[in-house]
C-alpha cells in the first residue's frame, strides 16, 4: 500500500509491480515503543531503499537541521509584542513567589559554611558527546518533536534538584544570537510531581516558546521581580553572550555548542565544599541525565 500511494505521488505511469529486495532494519529506530512513521515518511523511506545502507545512514542524519532547535520549532507569526502590562503580569505570575523554589545548586544550610571557607578558584569541564549517546538524543528529538533547549534545561533542573531537594528549580537560560533575545532570562522548573517525562519535557518546551515571546530586559525584570536573586546558574546555546552574573555568587554557567556531528558541553563553576558539587563531577551527573531522560521517557523526572 506504502509503494502504491509513493509511485501515485510521484506521478509514475502504471505498471505492474515488481519484485525488490530491501533491507530496512537500518532505517528504523533502535526500538518500537514510538509512534509509527507519518505517512508523508513512507515516500522517504522507500526512496532511501534503493540505496546503498551507508547512504541511508548519512541521509537519515543530514535531513535533521543542526538539531531540533527551538527557533525552528517555533512558529509563531509576526504578531505586535505584547504591552508592558501584560509582560510583567506574565513574569509575576510565572515568578512572583519563591515557594519551594531553589534558584542555586547550594543546599538548604550551606551558605553560612560557604562564607565560612576562603574563597577557592573556579572550576572548569568540558566534555563532547558523539557516537551512540549523540544519536540517541537527535532520534529522541527527532521522533518527539523535543528541541535540545528542552533536552538540556529539563536535565539541568533535575540536578538542581539532586542538589538542593527542592520542589522548583530556577536558572537562566539563554537564546542565540545578540541582543536581549540572546540575555539569560529565569526560567522555572517544576521537577516534583508525578508527570512522566515525554509531556513534562512538552509542557516545558511550550513553557520555553512562551518566554521567547516575553523577553524583556533583565534590569527590568529584576525591577518587577525583587528577590534577592534570580538565578545563580544559567545556560547558554551558540554564540550567546555570556550569562550575567544575578546575585553575590558567581553563577554557574553552561556553554552549548551544538554541531553536525557533535555536541560540546562546557560548564564553568565556583568552588563549593558540598558532596559532589565540582564541575567536574556535575556535568558528568548532567550528562547522566541527559542520556538517561532520552532512554527513559515513560519515567517521572524524580
Known sequence: IAAHRF???????????????????????????????????????????????????????????????????????????????????????????LDETATGFDPAGSDESAEATPPQPAQ????????????????????????????????????????TKARCSQFGIAGEGEGEGAAPLPLRVRTAGRTKLLPWLLELQADLQ????????????????????????????????????DGAHAPIELRVDAGDDSLALNLHCPHRSADGYDAATMLERLIVLLEGIVSNPDKMPS
Open 210 to 245: 512562551a518566554q521567547r515571546r516575553a523577553t524583556v530586559p533583565l534590569a527590568q525584570l529584576r525591577q518587577w521581580l525583587p528577590q534577592p536573586s534570580l538565578f545563580e546558574s544559567a545556560l547558554a546555546f551558540g554564540d550567546a553572550g555570556a550569562p550575567a552574573p
Open 124 to 163: 572548569r569541564a568540558s566534555q563532547s558527546l558523539d557516537g551512540e549517546s549523540l544519536r540517541s538524543i537527535r532520534r529522541f528529538g527527532r521522533r518527539h518533536g523535543i528541541a535540545l533547549e528542552t533536552l538540556l534545561a529539563g536535565a539541568w533542573a533535575v540536578l538542581m534538584n539532586r542538589y
Open 7 to 97: 509511485e501515485r505521488r510521484a506521478g509514475f505511469p502504471a505498471a505492474p509491480f515488481e519484485s525488490v529486495r530491501c533491507d530496512l532494519r537500518h532505517l528504523l529506530p533502535d526500538d518500537d515503543s514510538g509512534p509509527p512513521l507519518p505517512e508523508r515518511d513512507v515516500a522517504t523511506v522507500l526512496a532511501r531503499a534503493a540505496r546503498p545502507e551507508t547512504d541511508a545512514r548519512a541521509d537519515a542524519d543530514a535531513e535533521d537541521p543542526v538539531w531540533l532547535r527551538l527557533r525552528a520549532l517555533d512558529q509563531t507569526d509576526d504578531r505586535a509584542a505584547p504591552e508592558p502590562e501584560r509582560l510583567r503580569d506574565y513574569w509575576l505570575e510565572r515568578l512572583g513567589a
